[in-house]
């Protein structure tokens, strides 16, 4: 078995802003694991909020590859060799895992795992923040897709809501990236609602548990966890706080926590979603994988990148198709 | 796809007497399923408690058939199909999807779960309630088990559990069979924890919870919850009133439950048991091939019986041994 990694640089569409900051090129990393003349792909969009980049991904994956004796055992290989703290690169090792296997056992991803691939959920397309004249026009190129995550925090976000809705018919679904307080929560909310938002995510921040579980009492809409939820056992604290979780497997370090944190949620009658960062198909196709047992996808990291280096989970008609070769079934384009 | 089912009558070794009652035989129901050219096997053995039977069972599974449309979908196929109320029924096809799914990928169970064989527990060798010369000579006779389960609920438990400790100095551990009630369970607590046993599995009845959380603030000595527990959404209310959960296919319904209840169980810090009914080596092999993941097995329901249909997994120097052929891996005796 020989694990290696090599940078890469997705440069992106439009430039993207969300309430933390803005950037216009994503820094990930690709995770290779050769075994018995099989390649496993994995990815690592290592996320800075958390004390990650890409150097720190690589040295992970470095510590890791000595300490992955048997490239069989993917419920727990990754687990057991990961480096604290580096759950990006645990996730582009875990998957590049799974991908071998189901290589191996000549099945997509999804059969080794007994899913039907017919039950993908639509994925919503997301709109970063900007002025409404921006964010318009950009609702206006997303019409291929069935539902909008719009990003709020900005000053304009009610004018920014109010034109979308003015724009297009869509189902709505906004994230406020930790960005309320309290104050002025209720009033958001109810002009949110009136505007036939589905859900909003991460209202307030993550170290405001209890004012998040306050506004929920009272609130016409749903909430999902995002910067709440990092793996399962982060999900009991949570119930009567929010109504969902949104799972991605750089938070949590791959398809098997991402897995074990589905029956966490479903056990406390939570909703699931699988989210992403900006990333190339082949961290956005393993998620996919996993998507026929989720409520709501937000899989569109790869559609915000310039030129991905990678074909694999595609969307049709907003809907997530999953590639049915074995393994993840990624492939280098133009290959 | 072809769904059948045929009676096993297993007749038991020893009478088996439990705290609500004894019996000499088994009757369960063997679930056949062929898919192309592959046979699938499952076993249900019910549970009179909960108003199963192996009439009930057999209608089920007739009922199930005809809603399974596609074998490869074994995460969700038994699920989708169950009757309400029959879980043994469900655990039988479901078992039988799983066997049929890793024999078309040609590799064990364990392995299409990416689980690590050598990993499996010892398991326990249970005693049944008996006089405690009786139960001296069962313990006798268990000596090449690493545990003994002590089954309690007569008038003697003091005597017999005193005379197995004399005998013995394996590791035991009890099962009240929801056979306490508050009067009296804390000086039972102390003696049972000065003869060094290392838990109790469900002292009072499962609706006595609050009875059985209140205990436990001063146990001198963990509890499992085996009749308290069903499924993965049981869990929740569960925790800090047990520290650990007693798994079995029969009362969940199936292999892909118990992997649900496993990632709740682990996320509230609760332990994790793999139990059984009295079965043969279909549904104790099922449930074998998960024990790599938990901390403590009671798959011994195939050794209490006389004639073992099957071979399956095995107990060498009291742990368990998975088979290494495609599938659940076990064969009719004597083909």
Redesign the interface.
């Known amino acids: 078995m020989k694990v290696s990694h090599v940078p890469m640089d997705l440069r992106l569409k439009h430039t993207f802003r969300i309430a933390r900051g803005a950037s216009d090129e994503r820094r990930n990393l690709r995770v290779e694991i050769e075994d018995a003349g099989r390649l496993g792909l994995g990815e690592a969009a290592p996320i800075l909020r958390y004390g990650e980049d890409r150097e720190s991904a690589a040295k992970a994956v470095d510590a890791m590859a000595p300490r992955l004796r048997?490239p069989?055992?993917?419920?727990?290989?990754a687990a057991d060799a990961a480096v604290a703290g580096q759950h990006s690169a645990q996730a582009a090792v875990d998957m590049a895992?799974?991908d071998l296997?189901a290589q191996r056992?000549?099945?997509p991803l999804y059969?080794?795992?007994?899913?039907?691939p017919s039950r993908t959920p639509v994925t919503s397309f997301t709109i970063g923040l900007d002025t409404p004249e921006v964010v318009v026009q950009k609702v206006k190129e997303a019409s291929a897709y069935a539902v909008l995550k719009v990003k709020m925090g900005s000053d304009d976000d009610r004018a920014v809501l109010e034109a979308v809705r003015d724009t297009t018919d869509q189902p709505l679904r906004v994230d406020a990236n930790e960005g309320w307080t309290l104050e002025g929560a209720e009033s958001r909310l109810a002009w949110l609602a009136k505007l036939g938002v589905e859900f909003v995510e991460q209202p307030m921040p993550a170290d405001r548990l209890e004012d998040i579980r306050a506004l929920r009492k009272h609130s016409p809409l749903p909430f999902y966890a995002d910067e709440s939820v990092h793996n399962?056992?982060d999900?009991?604290r949570l119930?009567g706080a929010f109504d969902g979780i949104n799972i991605k497997l750089m938070k949590c370090g791959g398809l098997?926590e991402a897995?074990?944190?589905i029956?966490?949620a479903?056990?406390?009658?939570m909703k699931v979603m699988l989210g992403c960062m900006i990333e190339s198909s082949i961290a956005i196709t393993a998620a996919a994988h996993l998507s026929p047992?989720v409520d709501a996808a937000d899989l569109d990291g790869s559609v915000l990148i310039a030129e991905d280096p990678y074909d694999g989970a595609t969307i049709v008609d907003g809907k997530l198709v999953l590639p049915d070769r074995p393994g993840l079934g990624v492939v280098a384009r133009g290959r």
Chains 1, 2 share one sequence.
């Open positions: 048997d069989r055992r993917f419920a727990t290989a895992l799974h296997a056992m000549g099945v059969e080794m795992l007994g899913l039907d399962a056992a999900i009991p119930a098997g897995l074990r944190m029956a966490v479903r056990a406390h009658g047992l």
